[in-house]
């Protein structure tokens, strides 16, 4: 795998739609990027800047975003199978209708996030701080590892015996 160390100034140009997918990106800054429907599947960011970028429709099944800064990011609808997002900073970042199955989000600040109606299915969530998160709508099962103390139905959490593992 390929390290991408300069992507350049102007990101929307170098990008192309599939030309991420597996990288490894050190030290890119995605500040406010318009990520929108690429696929970086299996891409990990390490050191990355990704604050307020927007990653709507992004396909970003088996990445690594551990310890990524994506404050006030827009995932709505990203595929997020199996992500690794441990210790990320996703303060106020908007993860609405987005499909966190499998992924690990241990020790991720999720304070003032928007999670509505995403698909939390077997996904480790045991986040370090979700003050003012906002759940409802969110899916979850059995084989979803939840914070102690928290209590889903309270927060708008929807059960579901078995969802989006298919």
Request: proline share 2%; charged share 20%; hydrophobic share 45%.
């Amino acid at each position: 795998m390929d390290t991408i160390r300069s992507i350049g100034r102007d990101k929307q140009a170098a990008l192309s739609p599939t030309g991420l997918r597996g990288a490894a990106l050190l030290q890119q800054d995605f500040l406010n990027a318009d990520l929108t429907g690429m696929d970086l599947s299996g891409a990990t960011f390490r050191d990355c800047e990704l604050r307020a970028a927007v990653l709507d429709w992004v396909n970003l099944e088996g990445a690594r975003l551990d310890y990524a800064r994506l404050m006030s990011a827009s995932f709505r609808h990203a595929h997020l199978r199996a992500a690794s997002m441990r210790h990320a900073n996703l303060k106020g970042a908007d993860l609405a209708f987005a499909s966190l199955v499998g992924a690990d989000l241990t020790g991720a600040c999720l304070r003032g996030a928007r999670l509505a109606g995403a698909n939390l299915c077997g996904a480790t969530c045991l986040w370090s701080d979700a003050e003012g998160a906002v759940l409802e709508g969110a899916l979850y099962d059995g084989a979803t590892l939840l914070p102690p103390g928290l209590r889903p139905e309270a927060e708008g959490m929807i059960r579901r015996a078995q969802c989006g593992r298919a």
